[in-house]
């Protein structure tokens, strides 16, 4: 919620969080904070919002049904848009045959590595069935070295962090090309009427590279 202020401009107290764990919704009230205990993919509302995020969420669903649930539930209580963000897995055959791995990649909690390609047929889809009036996908935290502390050795065992060369053992190096398409995370801007004005949103949070805007209905 705070994140949600930070990044468009909102009264952070005026948010209102949705867990299925009784426990976090007690520890968000405490806090000051609105929230409910729910399931986002059975959401009953009479009510909209003005935009949902759903940050690092879809990746802990239990596959494509259910992440396309969940955006269309954000969609659907959504009055004008909805942003998505989370850990970049397109990568991870890539770096499994040099032996190596994103942390994100292999923890138990992530039970769906969630690809671009899956969030822009869902979202293509909705947009396709009138539900959304524009989407784009960004790629955010360039990774350029083998160096980078995102990556672990592949032999390092689950549910691992960032590498720490006194809890893993060497990284293998390698040589990566340029532009070879390593990041941290893919984001998503959906909007729900053409009227809202694309541009200044995507500019309220921060992204490396588009790497598709349904506006041009083609790859940038």
Known sequence: IDYAAKIFGRDSKKGIGIDVSPEKVTAMTKSGYQGFVADVLE?????????????????????????????ASASKISREFFYVQQPYFDMDGYLLERGLKFFWSDWHGHTYAMHSLELYRILRYLLQNGDIARFALYLSGPINSTDDSMLIPLEAPPDQHHFDPKLHTQKPFV??????????????????????DFKALENQFSWDKKIFDSYSLKPL
């Open 175 to 196: 040589t990566l090309p340029e532009n070879l398409g390593l990041y941290k995370e893919v984001r998503i801007l959906a909007t729900k009427n053409t009227y809202i």
């Open 43 to 71: 959401l009953r509302l009479t009510v909209t919002v003005r935009f949902v995020i759903m940050s690092h969420f879809l990746e802990h669903l239990g596959g494509f049904p259910m992440a396309q649930k969940a955006l």
